[in-house]
Nanobody
Framework: VQLQASGGGLVQPGGSLRLSCAASGFIFSSYDMSWFRQAPGKGPEWVSGINTGGRHTTYTDSVKGRFTISRDNAKNTLSLQMNSLKPEDTAAYYC?????????????????????WGQGTQVTVSS
């Protein structure tokens, strides 16, 4: 099983980045996916999630209207388009996979619910 996150980097405030997460070794389309982030000295924070089919997405309040999560089940990839970036978005970003066990399963914000994790990609927003 592997989740390979990429796309991080250094960007000025107001700029954009697109993160990608390539999945392999499990049935990607059977897993809810989320992005978490962790800033230095802080605990992990759930950022955004998407259900197996990609029709239901959720976001933490601080990124609503700026970030867009998406997935391509044919290519086993998860993406996070991040616009209007702010210094407070600086963190290591991780993709995570949670198996769907029920039809009406809510997208979890809890890291312990996720089975597989990527290695993280660093996003730094600074002038």
């Amino acid at each position: 099983v592997q989740l390979q996150a990429s796309g991080g980097g250094l960007v000025q405030p107001g700029g954009s980045l697109r993160l990608s997460c390539a999945a392999s070794g499990f049935i990607f389309s059977s897993y809810d996916m989320s992005w978490f982030r962790q800033a230095p000295g802080k605990g992990p924070e759930w950022v955004s999630g998407i259900n197996t089919g990609g029709r239901h997405t959720t976001y933490t309040d601080s990124v609503k209207g700026r970030f867009t999560i998406s997935r391509d089940n044919a290519k086993n990839t998860l993406s996070l388009q991040m616009n209007s970036l702010k210094p407070e978005d600086t963190a290591a970003y991780y993709c995570a996979a949670r198996p769907r066990r029920a039809i009406f399963q809510e997208i979890s914000h809890q890291k312990d619910d996720y089975k597989y994790w990527g290695q993280g990609t660093q996003v730094t927003v600074s002038s």
